[in-house]
């Protein structure tokens, strides 16, 4: 809950936030459903805090694990050994880090851009 109360002054930034949270959670977890569940109740705090919808939010959460699941070592290890590219995983990683940093910051925009869209009900 402290967590969420500090996010919610990043302000416009949030969404930002929130999608490098779910790719965070992905690249530590290995998973987008528990990067979801792991930070879940962080988005729904901040959004209430800022008067964003919770459910788009947690849509910023999963939209961010996606581009996390391909910077996940699991799934590097998977993509080396099904490429037969053995011992280039760092090559891998330099790779894909960039591509899903680039990714990310186009869905944090994206989802920033529609400020409508993200107000909750409660504000309209």
């Known amino acids: 809950m402290t967590l ?3 996010l919610a002054k990043t302000g416009n930034l949030y969404p930002f936030f929130g999608t490098l949270l779910g790719w965070l959670g992905v690249a530590l977890t290995g998973s987008d459903t528990a990067s979801n569940v792991l930070f879940g ?3 729904k ?7 964003l919808s919770p459910t788009l ?3 910023a959460n999963s939209s961010g694990g996606v581009m ?3 910077v ?3 799934s590097i290890v998977v993509a080396s050994t099904a490429t037969n ?3 280039h995983e760092g090559n891998i990683l330099r790779y894909v880090s960039f591509t899903a ?3 990310r910051r186009w869905w944090a925009f994206w989802f920033r851009s529609r400020p409508m869209c993200f107000r909750s009900a409660k504000s309209w």
Do not use: E, N, P, V
């Open 68 to 70: 996390g699941k391909m």
């Open 41 to 43: 109740g962080l988005q």
């Open 101 to 103: 940093s680039r990714w």
């Open 85 to 87: 590219w053995y011992g």
């Open 4 to 6: 969420g109360l500090a």
């Open 45 to 51: 705090i901040t959004a209430g805090q800022l008067g």
């Open 57 to 59: 939010m947690a849509a």
């Open 72 to 74: 996940d070592a699991q």
